[in-house]
């Protein structure tokens, strides 16, 4: 780096008051690492060989789940003779099995190559979802979806992780939009499946349920194959680059101070998740976030052919629901690379959710446009969690601490899960009153937790920024190489004095 742009970083550095530090260290910072502008090219180069193949692994996690929603209007009720609370209890068998295994998936991410551990767990719960195709009752279909809850658990932590190790804080915030839009685009993509399979069966002993699981699931298998063989384990390990970008990224991230060190276990890094406040209130954010998103991801087909439609009818009016998760997921995202806070922001997207849920409880049974959009604005909540995603990411530093921290935000996300299906129970059909009013009850409580967060990074800010303004300083100036920062990098966000909480 050459003596012109030490004195801007050093200028740009000095300058900067407390409220424009995320920009300085993010934006300001990655912009003049770039190598002769060829910073976008990279950027570039690395978004159509990394993003695609996230964004077909959420897609396709989510479609795992939302099959079953649609299952349940194509017959599999009938044909496995489920009773009473049978299938809310099925539903929640799969986030039981995901919440079990997401500290034994973390610690597979920490110990091997983590796309190899991705590309396995897609492979596995592909054929695991084929199999359900032939389950013929209650204890079957229980068993095979906790499976797959368990080999799908791995999902989130390994996204989040491969998402922070190849972008800074800045870059990183609409890749995870993107990839989160899978969820969108399984919704989308569900309801022309469930329609088509319903016209495909014909054939009674292999009803167009079992059809949809089949084809999904190889689906899911062909995928795992291209993870496998296309998706690196690291920057390192990226054929597809040359050695002095492979350095480029490297430098960039340790400006950023993302906390991408060396995978080695840490326990103290571990023991810190347990007495970090910011863990326990995304722990919580979580949760009560994604209990709605559980309730209408698992219950939305029912719930429209609740109103009056058949089946075939309910898988297409709820293609609208992925729309809405998409558009809704893209503005958070693109408004947050533009500036808007983090926290603010899952405060607006919560504001739909509330509306719609007044709309699904208290207009009347026979107003179907209205208990529709209803619905459809709900999917808003959708949004937040890809923006919790990105806080776990951005502030939470060293490997040992963030892949602990990913799984503690998957294990909520199971909790919701839970939660979210047993609010629906036989006795309250066909208005399901009491899991509308739960959706508004913590549709608000998250509001107020989105808060907490931001007067807690806040705070954590205060303390040490001038700290993190002379480290950048010196590293700028210094030019010192990559591998004599690489103990700095696997600092946590509470043991390095300089780290800088974005919200």
């Not at 993107?178 to 292999?206: D, K």
């Not at 504001?351 to 459809?376: C, E, H, R």
């Not at 990913?406 to 899991?435: C, E, H, K, M």
């Amino acid at each position: 780096m050459d003596s012109s742009k030490d004195m801007k970083i050093s200028a740009d550095i000095e300058m900067a008051s407390p409220k424009d530090l995320e920009h300085v260290a993010s934006k300001t910072m990655g912009d003049v690492i770039a190598i002769d502008g060829q910073d976008s090219t990279l950027l570039r180069k690395i978004d159509w060989r990394i993003v695609p193949i996230m964004f077909a692994c959420y897609f396709l996690q989510f479609l795992d789940k939302v099959v079953i929603n649609y299952a349940n209007v194509m017959g599999l009720a009938q044909d496995l003779n489920l009773r009473g609370n049978d299938f809310s209890w099925m539903a929640t068998a799969f986030f039981i099995g995901s919440a079990i295994a997401e500290f034994p998936q973390g610690y597979l991410l920490q110990k091997f190559p983590l796309a190899k551990v991705l590309g396995c767990n897609v492979m596995c719960w592909g054929i695991c979802l084929c199999c359900s195709a032939a389950a013929q009752n209650f204890a079957g279909i229980v068993a095979l979806r906790t499976l797959l809850g368990c080999f799908e658990s791995v999902i989130s932590p390994a996204l989040v992780m491969s998402t922070s190790q190849w972008y800074t804080k800045r870059e990183a915030g609409p890749r995870y939009g993107f990839w989160y839009c899978g969820l969108g685009a399984g919704q989308i993509l569900g309801g022309l499946i469930s329609f088509a399979a319903q016209h495909g069966a014909r054939n009674a002993s292999f009803s167009g349920w079992r059809i949809m699981m089949v084809a999904v699931g190889a689906f899911n298998i062909c995928i795992a194959v291209i993870v496998l063989v296309f998706l690196p384990d690291s920057v390192d390990g990226a054929r597809f680059l040359s050695e002095d970008e492979k350095a480029a990224i490297r430098r960039k991230l340790i400006l950023d101070q993302g906390g991408n060190g060396a995978k080695v276990f840490r326990p103290a890094s571990l023991g810190e998740i347990f007495l970090d406040l910011q863990v326990w209130l995304l722990l919580l954010l979580t949760i009560l976030t994604v209990i709605p998103s559980g309730v209408i991801t698992t219950f939305s087909a029912t719930l429209i052919r609740g109103f009056g439609y058949d089946s075939k009818q309910a898988a297409l009016l709820n293609m609208p629901s992925g729309v809405v998760s998409i558009v809704s997921t893209l503005m958070g995202t693109l408004a947050i690379l533009r500036g808007f806070p983090r926290w603010l922001g899952i405060v607006v997207l919560l504001v739909p959710t509330v509306i719609g849920a007044g709309l699904m409880s208290f207009i009347a049974q026979d107003n179907q446009p209205g208990k529709l959009a209803g619905i459809y604005l709900i999917n808003f909540i959708v949004a937040p969690l890809a923006i919790i995603y990105s806080w776990v990411g951005a502030n939470t530093a060293g490997y040992t601490k963030r892949v602990a921290a990913n799984a503690v935000v998957a294990i909520g996300f199971a909790i919701a899960n839970i939660i979210g299906p047993q609010t629906f129970q036989a006795q309250d059909a066909p208005d399901y009153l009491p899991a509308k009013i739960t959706i508004f009850a913590v549709a608000g409580a998250a509001m107020l937790v989105s808060v907490l967060l931001r007067l807690l990074y806040g705070f954590r800010n205060r303390s040490n920024v001038r700290i993190r303004q002379v480290q950048l300083a010196e590293f700028a100036a210094s030019g010192l190489a990559v591998e004599e920062t690489d103990a700095m990098q696997d600092l946590t966000d509470r043991q390095n004095p300089a780290f800088v909480y974005v919200y």
